[in-house]
């Protein structure tokens, strides 16, 4: 595995929350990071943000879509002359039953949240298969579990987590392939606006064994682990970022 301090990285979804933390701990590991998303304007945000250490070069790109996702590596391996490490962090929330999520609808959310994984890492394998490098899915706690009022964004983070375990065995032992499932977390897309006072953040904290919403920096710090030496031996892993919740059967504590 390369120093880190040679390592190219792609972060897809990278405009902001997880995706912008995971992007500035490799830039701070002294990484080459590729940022990746649809608007420009957030991704240059979190170039600017960038602690100092690597750099930060901006890429926008359509992932739903093959040939922007085969393009965006292509041009990245062309410039840098190699890649290490792949994030497939770009995603979004979908909210509704099976009955209320219209087909289009739901074609829209496997296409973000599950074809974008697949587009892009099969434009990746071959080069990371050059450096001994690695794949981190960053999936959901709702892949391992079921919400209410989430079908569609559970199925297609459901399948992430076997697409994990799938690309762990055929590119074995040359391209490690991992994923991360965070649990409620802050300053993110989705929540972001929201403060650990306010109603509907206590109510998912009072789940939580920590008793508190997760920062993107604390799922960072984990999608940086998988993708370093100590992680090394380490493959197919579903690793939950999620304060304990997991651990819970989902019964109310009760004090004895």
């Keep these: 595995m390369s120093n880190a301090a040679e390592r190219v990285v792609v ?5 902001s929350g997880i995706g912008a933390a995971v992007a500035h701990r490799f830039a701070a590991e002294g990484a080459t990071v590729v ?14 943000a960038a602690p100092a250490g690597g750099s930060v070069l901006v890429r926008t790109a ?3 879509v093959p040939e922007e996702a ?3 590596i292509a041009s990245t391996v062309a410039e840098l002359g190699r890649l290490d490490v792949l994030v497939n962090n770009a995603g979004a ?5 099976v009955e209320a999520v219209a087909p289009d609808a ?26 001994r490098g690695c794949i981190v899915n960053v999936g959901s706690v709702s892949g391992l579990g079921g919400d209410y009022g989430m079908a569609a964004y559970d199925a297609a983070k ?3 987590v076997n697409l994990t375990r799938a690309m762990a065995l055929d590119h074995a032992p040359e391209v490690r392939v991992n994923a991360v499932h965070p649990g409620f977390t802050l300053n993110t897309g989705i929540t972001a606006g929201l403060t650990a006072d306010m109603p509907v953040v206590q109510s998912f904290a009072g789940r939580i064994p920590f008793g508190r919403a997760a920062e993107p920096e604390e799922i960072a710090g984990v999608v940086a682990f998988l993708a370093g030496p100590d992680a090394r031996y380490v493959t197919g892993a579903q690793i939950p970022v999620d304060g304990g919740l997991g651990a819970a059967t989902g019964q109310p504590r009760v004090d004895v």
């Design 11 to 15: 972060v897809t979804g990278a405009g």
């Design 35 to 48: 940022v990746v998303g649809r608007t420009r304007e957030k991704l240059e945000g979190t170039a600017a």
């Design 62 to 64: 359509d992932l739903t």
């Design 70 to 72: 085969e393009a965006l």
């Design 93 to 97: 929330p979908s909210f509704g039953t």
């Design 106 to 131: 739901w074609r829209a959310v496997m296409a973000v949240n599950l074809d974008a994984v697949y587009h892009t890492s099969r434009a990746a394998v071959r080069h990371l298969r050059a450096t």
């Design 158 to 160: 459901g399948a992430v």
